[in-house]
């Protein structure tokens, strides 16, 4: 794993530590643990896959599904990192 530079150099987590151990655990088939690793992983990955997905079909108003996955993705970031 790579480590955390922001823990390294400052002593504080940053928004997004936990991600790699939380792919980890995905990949390892254990959901639960994932999403108490870092709980904004399937918002993220629900983007990515809409993204990805929207690469090769065009919708109407896809724009507005992007942002509001945006939007959720970054609020799930803030509000675990807050409590964390």
Do not use: H
Request: glycine content about 4%.
């Amino acid at each position: 794993m790579l480590p955390c530079l922001s823990k390294r150099l400052f002593g504080v987590d940053c928004i997004g530590c936990g991600m790699q151990r939380s792919v980890v655990l995905l990949l390892k088939g254990e959901f639960m643990a994932a999403f108490y690793m870092y709980p904004a992983i399937y918002p993220l990955l629900t983007l990515l896959v809409f993204i990805s997905f929207n690469f090769f079909v065009q919708f109407k108003n896809d724009w507005v599904i992007k942002m509001s996955l945006m939007i959720i993705t970054a609020l799930t970031m803030i509000v675990s990192y807050i409590i964390k």
